[in-house]
């Protein structure tokens, strides 16, 4: 029930002191406006990494290297070729959702770059041989026109999808959908246009490469029915290192390596290195609140001595309190109440000075053009600022329970005697 009488004390002490309310009030303020900025900035180092995984989080990609033992009559150093049969033997694997063969087409001498003309234009960018599925591992941001579909596969196609980058060196401002471009001497029809999600270096490096039809890039260049590398999503209930196991398993049984040959097939788990990142961020956040909540307590030990120093200024007046019939808990609670304001309030002016701030960073960053690669967006969720507010409760709560025990122990008489 509310009590207008013990709210009307509770103000009237602290405007008594003022200075050193303020004083003992800022420990708290400063504890939880610091956790608010840390889970900010920790939040915003966490979206500028995650703005650059523009790929699924469960993916797995294999590849093939050299062996290194010699298996079944074959002697080590041998080159393994992953080809179109591989693709349609792992396609039947229950255990993987998504298939996708990847072809990185080479210069005729070898080199990374094909060469790519419109008009007069001649520019040099990576060329890779795609499936449609391929947009599952790696969403792409179609801005024009559409990707690679699976009647371009089977028809062999000649179209092409062009980075930003590649666009805009070929043809400027003008519309590059239904034109014709010329790789390696080839026309190829620019069907669409994309851009990248991500900043910095992989944006960059996404937006400079032109995708074709697999089953076009093994044809036209002379590739027979040869595959770089399968990138592949596990179904639900298969881990990413399952699946790499699996798909490895399959390869050595086709490609006739040895079991304990770990140089013959090569891979990358994005599942492992999500989860290392996740738990790296994990760690981040609760070193935050270990420094925020030590920030914290330090601020209710300065609230508590407050609050014991109040006990011994009003033994007089719990002394009259207690001869009058008050009980013991109505005395507590009247101290706890009082902690809880002292605590409440400072702590709030924190939160609401931390969001501020973190908030005002983040508009400025967007306002200014200052995203980086590396921190992006930096936020405080809803759930971190109720967690917040629980702190402030239960602390303004501890602060003030060992002053109001001690104030319920006063003896009566020896408080009516007191000077």
Known sequence: ???????????????????????????VFWGIFMLVLLLGAGNGLHNGVMQNFNIAKNAVFVWTEVTSVPYAGFQAGRSIDLTTDDYESLKQIKQLRTVSPRIRV???????????????????YALMGDYPQYLEIQPLWITEGRFINQFDIDGKRK?????????EDLFQEREAIGEFIKINGVPFKVVGIFDSKATGEDARNDIQIVHIPGTTAQQTFNMGNSIGWF?????????GLEAEEIIKAELRKRHKIAPNDRQALGSFNVEQEFQEMQGLFSGIAAFSWLVAIGTILAGMIG???????????????????????????????????????ISGLSGYFGLVAGVALVEGISYAMKEFGMQSEFFANPEIDFQAAFSAIIVLLISGVIAGLIPGIKAARVDPVVALRDE
């Open 231 to 239: 990138g592949c999503i596990p179904n639900p209930g298969t881990s």
């Open 106 to 124: 080479s210069s005729r001498f070898g080199g990374g770059q094909i060469t790519m003309s419109y008009d007069d234009k001649d520019v040099s």
């Open 303 to 341: 609230v508590g001595n407050i609050m014991l120093i109040i006990v011994k200024e009003r033994t007089k007046e719990i002394g009259i309190r207690k001869s009058i019939g008050a009980r013991p808990w109505s005395i507590i609670s009247m101290i706890i109440q009082e902690s809880m304001v």
């Open 159 to 167: 179209v092409a999808i062009l980075g930003k980058r590649v666009k």
């Open 1 to 27: 029930m509310f009590d207008q009488d013990k709210w009307e004390e509770i103000w009237q002490t602290i405007k008594k002191h003022k200075l050193r309310t303020a004083l003992t009030s800022f420990g």
